[in-house]
C-alpha cells in the first residue's frame, strides 16, 4: 500500500510489525557489506592467467623490453587496445600506471597549478576556481576538487546524463568554472547512460567556456554492461573531432573492473598536444609506468573482441547480484512511496532516493543490525546530500545470498524511516 | 706522461697522433651509449621467474586478496621485506607503485604544499624554499626541486658524503633551507658510501635547522655492492631514533635495479606520524598501489639472505663492464694530470672530473665519433657544472666489448681536450 494512503492507526500498526523484523534482524548478528564497488572473487578468477601470461617473453611487439626503463606513453599496443575502448587513436592515448584515479588528480593538479598551456594558463592564477559537479556522482571526484581547493557546483543529473540546460547556462556565464565532471556510461551511482545528444552538448561545451575548461570524462565503465543490449555510448571523440574540442576533453579508462582492481592498467585519452605537455609533468615524477603489466594485459585482453567476450563473463557473475535487488526493491518497495531508485544495466550501482531527510537514519538503522551501506551523503560534494535522500547500493562483492539479505534488512530500514517519518515520530 | 710535464712541441706531435686515431674512429661509425644507469638485458632475466611465479595464489599471508581494491601502506610481508632494507619497521615503511622517484615527489610536493603537519606548516607559506644539494648528484632529484620552485644549493660531495662542516653551518644560519638530498651508499655518480659520522650527523640535521625540515635519503643502492666486502652503510634509523629525529627523514628504495626497472615496487619509510599525514595525501590520487605485483616479488626475493644472493648475480654481471671502465681509465689516463675518477664498489657510476671547462668539449667529442655520454652539467642543479668538468659514465647496460670501446673512445676525447686546452687552442 502507499504510504499516503495508509492510516495513522495502520501505520502505528505496521510500524510495530516492522520493528519486531527489525529485532529479529538484530539478533541474528549479521555483517554484511553493500559499500564499495569491488569485483567478488570470482570475478578477479576470470583473470588468474594474467600471471604467467608471458611465459618468458617480455619484448613488447616493437622489440621493446618491457622490463627496462622507459617510455612514458605506454606500450604502442597498449595504447591502441585502450584507446580502441576509449575511442581515442593511439597517439591520443596514454598507457599509466594501475590507477585512473591517479592519472585524474594529475591532470587536474597540472591543469591547476602548472597550466595545460603553460604558466599563464594555470588556473590558480585566476581566482576561485570551480567545478560542475553532476549529482548524484563518484566521491573520489568530488575528494579531489576539495583537496584541491576547487570550489564543487553541483548540477542535476537526469537520466540522459547532466542537465545540459543548467549546465550551458552556468558555462556561459561564470568564466571561473573550469571543468565538468562525467561517468558517462553507466554512471557512478544512477547507472544512466548520457545520451547521444547530451554527449554531443558536453564535446561542445570548451567553445562555450570563456578560458580553459576541461571535460574530465571518467569512463570507468566503457565496456562494463550486463545485458548485450545495453544502451551504448555515443563517441564523444567524434564530435570533438567536428567541433575542435579535444584540447578540452580528457578521457579516463582503467582495467580495475576488467581484470584486478588496482592491479590493472589505467590510461587517459586527449589530444595529441595535451598529451604532450602532460607527460613534461609526469616526466618530473616517474621514468615510466609499469610496462611489463601493460604487456600482460595485452597479451590477456587481445583485441576488441577478446574483451567483449571476457565482460560477458563478469556480466554473468554480476546480473543476478543486480536482478536480486531490484527484484527485492520492487517487492518490498515497489508502489509504496517510499522511495525511488534505478534499474541500471550495466556498472556497479543501484541508486536509491529515499523520502527527504532519511538516507542518514536509513544508513544508520542497516548498519545497527549489521548491513553495512555507502555513508549517506557520499554521493554529494563534501558528503553532504541537501535532501539527505540519495543512497548508493553496490552489489558486486557479496555473495548472491549476502546481498539478497542485505537488501532485504535495507528495504525494511527504508520503511522504518519512512512510517516514523510519516507518523511525525 | 703528465700533461704538466710535456713540451709544447710534445704536445703538438701528441695531438696530432690523437687526431689520427680520432678520424679512423669517426670513419669506424660507432653507436655507443654510455648515458644512463640501465640494467642489462642479462641481468633483467635474472629475475624473468616473477611473471608466474604466483601460481594462482593471490592471496597474501594475512588472507588479502591481493586482485582487489585497497591498502594503500602495501601488503604486510612487503613491508617487513623492504623495511629490513631501509632499516625500518613494517609499520614506519610503505610500499607503493613501481616508482621511487614517483614516492619522492609526492613527498616533496605534499610538503611543500600541504604541509606534513597540516597547512600551516607548509614549506610554500614561508617564502623562498631551499633545498641543499651535494654536487655531484642525481639529476632528476634536482628536476624535482626545479620543477616545483625550489632553490637548490649546491654542496661539496666529499669520499665520506656531503662536507658536513658546510651543511651544517647553512642548515643552522639559514632557516629557509628545508632539507637535503641524499644518496648515502654508492652516490650517483661517485659511488661514494657516506661515512659512519656523516649519517650520524645527518640524522642530527633535523635538530640544527629551525622549522620543518627533512632529509630525502635516496637509497637507491642499498643492496647494490659490487664485491663481497663493499663498505656498508651506517643505519640512519638508529641515529634518527637516537636522536628522535624520525619525523625529520624519509627514506626511499626501489627494485628497479633489483627485478625490472621500472616494474619493480618502490618503497618510502619514515616516522608513523609522517607516513599516516603521507597516507590521507595520497588517498586522494589512489585507492591503493599494485599488490599483486608486490606479492610476486615477496615471493621472489623472500627475505634478505635471498635478496643478497641475488645480487650477487648482479654484481657478477656488473663487475666486468665496472673493472673494463677503471683498467682503461688507469692505462689510458693515469698519471697524465688529464683528470680524476672514482673507483666504486658498488652502484651504477663512475664519476670523472675532467680538467676545469672542459667537460661539455669532452661530451661533444665523444658524441660527433657515436659515443653518447650523459651530458657535461647533468650531475648540477640545473644541469650547470660551474667548472664544466664532471663526467658521469654508466657502464652497466652496453655489452662488455661495447663498454671498452666507449671508454677507449672517451679517454681518447679526453686527451684531445685537454692538450688542446694546454695548448692555448
Chains 1, 2 share one sequence.
Not at 555483517?31 to 576470470?46: F, N
Request: with cysteine.
Amino acid at each position: 500500500m502507499h504510504i499516503d494512503q495508509a492510516t495513522e492507526a495502520g501505520l502505528r500498526e505496521q510500524l510495530a510489525t516492522l520493528y519486531d523484523q527489525y529485532d529479529q534482524l538484530a539478533a541474528r548478528g549479521l555483517s554484511l557489506d553493500l559499500t564499495r564497488g569491488k569485483p567478488s572473487a570470482a570475478q578477479l578468477a576470470l583473470s588468474d592467467s594474467l600471471d604467467g601470461i608471458l611465459d618468458g617473453n617480455y619484448r613488447a611487439a616493437d622489440g621493446t623490453d618491457t622490463r627496462n626503463y622507459g617510455g612514458l606513453d605506454g606500450l604502442p599496443e597498449a595504447r591502441a587496445l585502450f584507446g580502441g575502448v576509449l575511442g581515442t587513436t593511439p597517439e591520443e592515448t596514454l598507457v599509466g600506471g594501475s590507477s585512473s584515479l591517479t592519472l585524474m588528480y594529475q591532470v587536474m593538479d597540472f591543469a591547476l597549478r602548472e597550466g595545460l598551456r603553460g604558466a599563464d594558463s594555470a588556473w590558480s592564477n585566476a581566482g576561485q576556481v570551480k567545478f560542475l559537479c553532476p549529482v548524484p556522482g563518484y566521491d573520489r571526484h568530488f575528494s579531489i576538487c576539495e583537496y584541491l581547493g576547487i570550489e564543487m557546483l553541483p548540477v542535476r543529473l537526469l537520466e540522459t546524463g547532466p542537465d545540459m540546460d543548467q549546465v550551458e547556462s552556468l558555462v556561459a556565464a561564470d568564466p571561473d568554472i573550469k571543468g565538468i565532471w562525467c561517468v558517462p556510461r553507466f554512471s557512478n551511482p544512477s547507472g544512466c547512460v548520457y545520451s547521444e545528444n547530451t554527449v554531443e552538448r558536453i564535446a561542445r561545451l570548451p567553445r562555450l567556456a570563456s578560458g580553459q575548461f576541461i571535460v574530465m570524462w571518467d569512463n570507468a565503465y566503457a565496456v562494463h554492461q550486463l545485458y548485450a543490449d545495453a544502451e551504448p555510448l555515443a563517441c564523444i571523440s567524434e564530435y570533438a573531432r567536428q567541433f575542435d574540442t579535444m584540447d578540452g576533453i580528457f578521457q579516463f579508462g582503467s582495467t580495475s573492473k576488467v581484470t584486478f582492481a588496482g592491479a590493472g592498467v589505467a590510461f587517459v585519452g586527449s589530444s595529441e598536444r595535451n598529451l604532450s605537455t602532460f607527460k613534461a609533468h609526469l616526466a618530473f615524477q616517474t621514468i615510466g609506468p609499469d610496462k611489463v603489466n601493460q604487456l600482460r594485459h595485452v597479451r590477456f585482453l587481445q583485441d576488441a573482441d577478446t574483451l567483449a567476450a571476457h565482460m560477458e563473463q563478469h556480466a554473468a557473475l554480476l546480473r543476478p547480484r543486480f536482478e536480486a535487488v531490484l527484484e527485492t526493491l520492487e517487492r518490498e518497495l515497489g508502489g509504496t512511496g517510499m522511495g525511488t531508485w534505478t534499474r541500471p544495466r550495466g556498472g556497479y550501482f543501484v541508486s536509491f532516493d529515499a523520502l527527504p531527510g532519511l538516507a542518514s537514519e536509513i544508513v544508520d538503522l542497516a548498519a545497527a543490525v549489521g548491513v553495512k551501506l555507502t555513508p549517506a551523503g557520499a554521493t554529494f560534494p563534501c558528503g553532504r546530500d541537501p535532501e539527505d535522500r540519495n543512497i548508493r547500493l553496490s552489489p558486486s562483492f557479496p555473495s548472491l545470498e549476502d546481498v539478497q539479505a542485505s537488501v532485504e534488512v535495507f528495504a525494511l530500514c527504508v520503511k522504518i524511516a519512512s512510517v516514523k517519518q510519516k507518523l511525525g515520530r
